[in-house]
């Protein structure tokens, strides 16, 4: 049975040059009953304002993956790595012994919408690592197209957890579907737009959560809908 986490009960935390909603506990948001889901630590949907960010910070044994929907987000790293994110890309830090970076609007004028998303890792200790792939519209249109896996297959960026990670464009009216294998759970985070996942209407910042060998439909209602699923071992 799908578990409905509507936009509206997540927690908030807004700064004036950040606006944030968090799905999952984090920073001075705290409810048990929504510490995460399976490895699926943080959700984080994040608005920051022109030529504004998060200054140099660290991190240590997390994979942090983020994904954006609107402008683009410059990245900055200590082991060498620096470059814009914009909406179609999938870039990916497994933090591993411990990673220092900063994340900043790439423009002065406009602001900047991504989702953070933190996923435990399987193993600990790795050294750390950056990846960052495109996918276009049309890779994801009408399909759930796998943009992050264990073993990087099919082109998407490698997750050190066993997660697959699909993106999509359902369309306005178009359907897709998903079946968990035994043993798995799952999360279906609405990105933009409206869809009707079974028989529920969802519209952006909602989540589902699915369980073992269960089957999500999932019908575009608006032509910018668009969802990340997550099959978790």
Avoid at 45 to 56: I, N, S
Wanted: overall charge negative.
């Amino acid at each position: 049975m799908i578990a409905i986490r509507k936009a509206d009960d997540r927690g908030r935390a807004n700064f004036g040059w950040l606006d944030s909603r968090h799905t999952f506990s984090f920073g001075q948001y705290y409810d048990e009953r929504h510490m995460g889901f399976g490895p699926l630590r943080v959700i984080n949907d994040d608005r920051v304002a022109p030529g504004r960010g998060f200054e140099t910070h660290g991190h240590k044994d997390m994979e942090i993956i983020s994904y954006v929907l609107d402008g683009g987000l410059a990245h900055k790293d200590s082991i060498g790595t620096g470059s814009v994110i914009k909406p179609g890309d999938v870039q990916i830090m497994s933090a591993g012994t411990g990673i220092r970076h900063s994340e900043f609007n790439a423009s002065a004028t406009e602001p900047v919408h991504f989702l953070q998303i933190w996923v435990i890792p399987e193993k600990n200790g790795l050294p750390p690592r950056y990846e960052q792939k495109a996918f276009t519209e049309a890779e994801k249109q009408g399909v759930l197209k796998l943009v992050g896996s264990p073993d990087g297959r099919d082109g998407s960026v490698t997750i050190n957890a066993n997660v697959d990670f699909y993106a999509s464009r359902p369309g306005d009216g178009g359907r897709l579907q998903h079946t968990l294998p035994a043993g798995h759970t799952g999360w279906l985070h609405v990105a933009t737009g409206t869809v009707t996942v079974g028989t529920a209407t969802l519209t952006a910042g909602d989540g589902v959560s699915f369980g073992p060998a269960e089957t999500i439909a999932i019908r575009g209602e608006s032509s910018d809908a668009e969802v990340l699923v997550f099959d978790m071992a």
